[in-house]
């Protein structure tokens, strides 16, 4: 857009658009998705001649599906020595010219290319960037205008065709979504408005753009106004109204520069529209730094987030590369040595999973405290029930009486009652341990298919062995559970050392117990504090123990074992046939690659600038 330099704009802007758009030119917007305007329209909109506006060159124009791939408009100011420049890439092609008239022809030809010659649609961008005086710095995304019906040699879904490319650019958090509706219509049944609102309900990342004001009905102005001022569907960036160049203008060869003042006289002598202008809700010059304003806050908001993701990606496509970053060497001295290191690798990695020492997003040991704290949590809950116990279970009187005296306590009552309670805990026992059973296989078994991804042939054989895992967690599960019902047969003989159970009566009764007083607290009043006080003990053993026992056979031997049988594999094995690698297997290598560098320089660009 031809005309004077908007001074009230910040200097810091543009540095904010020069990094996603140096961002973007290596390749991020690939892998994450990257702070952009998305321009969507109904055909027939006006979005065309907005865009003209905004950056001074004339974009292919006519009636039907005019833009047929996503066009990557980068608009950069530059001071004096450059006339006007632009560069023009898709794909691995890049052309670079000085004529501006030449736009509309390269585009054309860029859309044949990739969508082929006549209406069809492809969603691979073309980035055209344009450097001149005379343009804001902005970056928008022009998508295919949404037609209703299709013409000749459009396919019949060409409707949801469009909707799905532009849904995956406006649905993104990242995007902000420039809606141009024309003032003509009714802007309720506006199907780019419809489209923005669903992913965007609440307005936030919305802005719409008002156009052909000139084409009103009389007496509409006052609906229009209520739609431009945002009290009619509300949009938290608000509205803008342009008049932009018509068919019969350009036919006249009416420059942009002219156009943008024909602009302002017709909202300066409108009777409705003219408080637009000064409200800054009014002109192609209020949208240039609207839009620019809203991309930069977008940018520096999302900044943050966006350097997290792009650590996490290195740290994720590191450990992919780590497992085919070099193939297996072609001797079979070397491939055997391969295949040893290869299985070692597994070895160490179900090791270290085992120990607690590789830490990863879904980490086994923050797993298995969860599962270790919900069974303390029941241990815990079950003391209270001797603080409610019927009167009858803990009175002695006749139905209690053994062979002793009138006047003794019957231990009778008192072990079984506790019995009672131990009987009761057994049943969770058993299921904390198929619990840790499931996440044990489901780590061991991310571990096996993550090693041994890239070779077909050992892949085969480790579903073999992920079998072997669930026998070997079965085998062991057999054993678990013959030691805990060893350990339910001994809490059940009521044994604890004579300290211990003082020291325990002692916190719950808050009485200073010894062993010289024991014929005064043996009474039927005390018998509750006596079964807490036992209670706890065996709360504290099992707390423990069950979780160790588990642990041990579950996890560390089936490690062991688990380890023991793909050493096996060594045995007799056919090295090249093990080793064979998927033809995948290497493009995937240089995929990552590829990645891992845009990942590299966009983690460089960030670090600096922030």
């Not at 124009?61 to 996503?70: A, F």
């Not at 040893?340 to 179900?350: D, P």
């Not at 062979?403 to 009652?417: D, I, Q």
Request: glycine share 4%; proline share 4%; charged share 30%.
């Amino acid at each position: 857009m031809k005309g004077e330099v908007h001074s009230h704009l910040e200097e810091s802007i543009r540095p904010y658009i020069d990094l996603i758009d140096t961002l973007r030119s290596v390749g991020i917007h690939k892998d994450l998705a990257l702070p952009t305007i998305a321009v969507i329209g109904d055909q027939s909109s006006g979005k065309s001649s907005v865009l003209e506006a905004l950056s001074g060159i004339a974009l292919p124009r006519g009636s039907g599906i005019v833009t047929r791939c996503p066009l990557e408009l980068r608009l950069k100011k530059v001071a004096g020595g450059v006339n006007w420049k632009a560069v023009l890439s898709y794909r691995d092609k890049k052309t670079e010219f000085v004529d501006s008239s030449l736009v509309e022809n390269y585009i054309e030809q860029a859309q044949n290319e990739l969508a082929g010659k006549g209406v069809g649609i492809c969603d691979e961008l073309i980035t055209l960037e344009v450097m001149s005086p005379d343009v804001c710095d902005l970056t928008l995304i022009d998508l295919p205008g949404i037609a209703r019906v299709p013409v000749k040699g459009q396919p019949e879904d060409i409707e949801k065709q469009i909707k799905r490319l532009i849904i995956k650019y406006i649905e993104k958090q990242e995007t902000i979504n420039m809606v141009v509706v024309p003032c003509n219509i009714d802007i309720a049944t506006t199907e780019a408005l419809i489209m923005a609102q669903k992913v965007d309900p609440e307005g936030k990342r919305t802005v719409g753009i008002l156009t052909k004001p000139d084409l009103i009905d009389r007496g509409t102005e006052s609906k229009i106004m209520d739609i431009a001022q945002n009290k009619t569907i509300p949009l938290r960036k608000g509205y803008i109204m342009v008049k932009c160049r018509g068919q019969h203008q350009i036919n006249e060869k009416i420059s942009l520069e002219e156009a943008a003042q024909k602009e302002r006289d017709f909202f300066q002598k409108h009777n409705f529209f003219r408080c637009l202008l000064n409200e800054e809700k009014a002109t192609i010059k209020s949208l240039a730094v609207k839009l620019t304003q809203h991309l930069v806050d977008h940018i520096k908001k999302s900044l943050p987030q966006l350097n997290e993701q792009i650590k996490k990606q290195l740290w994720d496509l590191r450990n992919e590369l780590k497992e085919c970053d070099a193939g297996p060497p072609q001797d079979p001295k070397g491939a055997k040595q391969f295949l040893t290191e290869t299985l070692i690798g597994f070895i160490n990695q179900i090791k270290s999973i085992s120990e607690g020492e590789l830490i990863i997003e879904e980490n086994l040991f923050a797993q298995l405290r969860m599962e270790f704290k919900k069974w303390n949590d029941h241990l815990n809950e079950t003391k209270q029930s001797f603080n409610h116990l019927p009167e009858e279970e803990i009175k002695f009187n006749q139905n209690y009486r053994g062979r002793e005296l009138l006047g003794f306590s019957n231990y009778k009552m008192f072990e079984v009652v506790l019995q009672k309670h131990v009987t009761t805990l057994k049943e969770p026992a058993i299921d904390l341990l198929s619990a840790i059973k499931g996440i044990v296989i489901k780590h061991f078994t991310d571990v096996v298919n993550q090693c041994f991804q890239n070779y077909p042939a050992l892949l085969d054989i480790t579903k073999v062995n992920i079998d072997k895992i669930y026998n070997i967690q079965s085998v062991q599960q057999e054993k678990a559970e013959k030691r805990i019902s060893e350990q339910f047969e001994m809490e059940h003989m009521i044994f604890t050392q004579d300290p211990i159970y003082l020291k325990s009566l002692r916190e719950i009764t808050k009485e200073p117990f010894s062993e010289e007083q024991l014929p005064l607290f043996d009474k039927k009043c005390t018998y509750s504090e006596m079964l807490q006080a036992y209670c706890e003990i065996v709360v504290q053993r099992m707390s423990d123990q069950l979780p160790m026992m588990i642990t041990l056979f579950m996890l560390k031997q089936t490690a062991h074992l688990l380890s023991i049988d793909m050493l096996s594999l060594l045995d007799g094995a056919n090295v090249s046939e093990l080793l064979f690698e998927d033809s995948d297997v290497g493009k995937k290598r240089r995929d990552l690659h590829a990645r891992l560098d845009r990942m590299r320089i966009g983690q460089e660009k960030i670090s600096n600038f922030i």
